[in-house]
């Protein structure tokens, strides 16, 4: 099927712009979120934790994919434009990674500061952009609804790994004897890996599916089934804590628990990825 010029376009313009906002503008976005945080949290870094460590370690590390990921975005806006069919599943994967990861450099913000966190604006920008590729791309009715849901849960999955990952390395660096010793602890040794690679294998499942492979539904499959075997066994080892809401508001329990939710978030893929129909929708089987 020849999909209309006009969306090539547009598609081109979209991804051109998000390139420049990632290259030109989200950097100061991502400092100051980061930067004030940590600042005002360790009592202008004269009291650095095992938590601020962990996430200026991790957030650094991604500020440099961050600006790989803009400049990536500029270079295929041209072969998007030359309506070169590679190019839409890679503009995909690089727009998902700003969604999943900004969402943990802002969360700070939120439960800390009680503030708007800067970077959200690359997240939300990113997001928009890659829901509009998505539906400008030409695909069956039914299989963009479907691509729709199933890369919303794969996002939110690659998000909250994200999230869960520093929050286990968090654990870890601030008592490796605990992490030993502490069966609450422990189990992050394990469960936060799994995380990561939620991350690595949601990535990769969105780059697939892109370009209708069946190995994009194994990838999926795979990144639903990572997060519930990595995300269960934390919540029932560790204390419950209500920690999908701000302090004070719920009590605790599994409908407030961030690993209990995204063990469910991922089932629910699984089980929507299992569905012949749906296989049949998002797989070209010739592939």
Do not use: C
């Amino acid at each position: 099927m020849k999909e209309k010029k006009i969306n090539w376009k547009i598609m081109a313009a979209i991804v051109l712009l998000v390139g420049l906002f990632v290259v030109f503008v989200s950097p100061g976005l991502f400092d100051t979120t980061m930067g004030q945080l940590i600042m005002k949290q360790s009592k202008q870094a004269t009291a650095l934790n095992a938590g601020h460590l962990s996430r200026l370690y991790v957030g650094s590390l991604y500020s440099g994919v961050e600006m790989l990921v803009g400049l990536a975005l500029v270079a295929i806006s041209a072969a998007l434009y030359s309506e070169k069919k590679w190019a839409w599943p890679v503009a995909m994967v690089l727009l998902s990674i700003p969604a999943m990861v900004n969402g943990y450099i802002g969360l700070g913000w939120l439960e800390n500061l009680k503030l708007f966190p800067p970077a959200y604006i690359t997240f939300f920008l990113s997001l928009v952009a890659f829901w509009a590729l998505l539906f400008l791309k030409e695909n069956d009715k039914k299989v963009k609804h479907l691509m729709f849901w199933v890369y919303t849960l794969l996002g939110m999955l690659g998000a909250q790994g994200f999230m869960l990952f520093p929050h286990a390395l968090r654990v870890i660096l601030k008592s490796p004897a605990d992490a030993l010793l502490n069966p609450a602890n422990a189990v992050l040794l394990r469960t936060g890996p799994m995380m990561f690679l939620v991350v690595v294998l949601a990535g990769f499942a969105i780059y697939n599916l892109s370009q209708r492979k069946v190995a994009g539904w194994y990838m999926a499959l795979l990144t639903g089934a990572v997060m519930a075997f990595g995300a269960f066994p934390a919540h029932y080892a560790r204390p419950l804590v209500a920690s999908l809401v701000p302090k004070g508001t719920l009590a605790a329990s599994v409908l407030t628990s961030t690993y209990w939710m995204a063990g469910l978030q991922g089932i629910i893929l699984v089980v929507l990825l299992l569905i012949p129909s749906f296989k049949a929708l998002l797989v070209n089987e010739a592939e």
